[in-house]
């Protein structure tokens, strides 16, 4: 028996006989698929990667891709909503323990939480491809925007109630850190040896409104 990226090969008497992948095969071909799209957006963009190079990455067949998405916009989609979760998830994960602080030790470990991610690669993907994802999304489906747009609300949400933070307007928390995405997202007009000072002049001003 011989593997041949998306189908199974079984020989049998001379012949040669595909089977159907099974349940987890087909998970694990998708699941490397979005693996590999998710590293070489990170390193390219969304413009500069097609479809023939997920799938060289990913050491998949071309025909196997569109057994799990119609398009290379689908999988884009995917990739950008699971980055948004990623996002999320990561600052869940650290204001679920500075929510038990005391008020006086949250605000630095706020600020540490913030830099931390906004060092990371997918904070950057967000940063660099912060107008291309926008084009993207308005261009392929209103109601596939509305729906991330839906995620970010309740994300933004659920993260306020960790901090305890139940008096103040969830948009303009969601707002002022679009603000510095898109503020960060335009480097030519900044001077960038002064990026990172001026980031956290920002977020010390969401901080201040937040009472932190």
């Known amino acids: 028996m011989t593997t041949n990226k998306n189908i199974v090969i079984i020989v049998l008497g ?10 987890n095969e087909k998970n694990f071909e998708k699941s490397r698929l979005i ?36 398009s290379k916009d689908e999988f884009i989609y995917e990739i950008i909503w699971l980055f948004h979760e990623k996002s999320f998830s990561d600052f869940k994960q650290q204001f679920s323990r500075i929510g038990k602080l005391e008020k006086e030790q949250q605000r630095n470990e706020i600020k540490k939480a913030f830099f931390s991610i906004y060092k990371s690669p997918t904070f950057d993907f967000f940063i660099l491809e912060h ?3 926008r084009n ?20 933004y949400k659920e993260l ?15 707002n002022y850190i679009h603000i510095i995405i898109f503020g960060i997202s335009h480097t030519d ?12 002049v920002l977020f010390n001003g969401l901080l201040n409104y937040l009472e932190v």
Do not use: W
Not at 14 to 23: F, H, K, Q, T, V
Not at 46 to 63: F, L, M, N, T
Not at 189 to 200: C, K, R, W
């Open 160 to 174: 306020a109630n960790l901090l305890n933070i139940k008096d103040k307007q969830i948009e303009i928390i969601q």
């Open 131 to 133: 107008s291309e994802i």
């Open 14 to 23: 001379g012949g040669i006989m595909p089977r159907e992948l099974n349940e």
């Open 35 to 70: 693996e590999c799209g998710m590293h070489l957006l990170l390193r390219f963009g969304i413009r500069r990667v097609s479809v023939d190079d997920i799938v060289k990455e990913a050491g998949i067949a071309k025909g196997s891709f569109y057994n799990y998405f119609h």
């Open 136 to 155: 993207f999304l308005s261009r392929y489906s209103k109601e596939k925007l509305a729906k991330i747009e839906t995620l970010e609300e309740e994300k």
């Open 189 to 200: 007009i900044l001077n960038e040896n002064y990026l990172d000072e001026t980031v956290e």
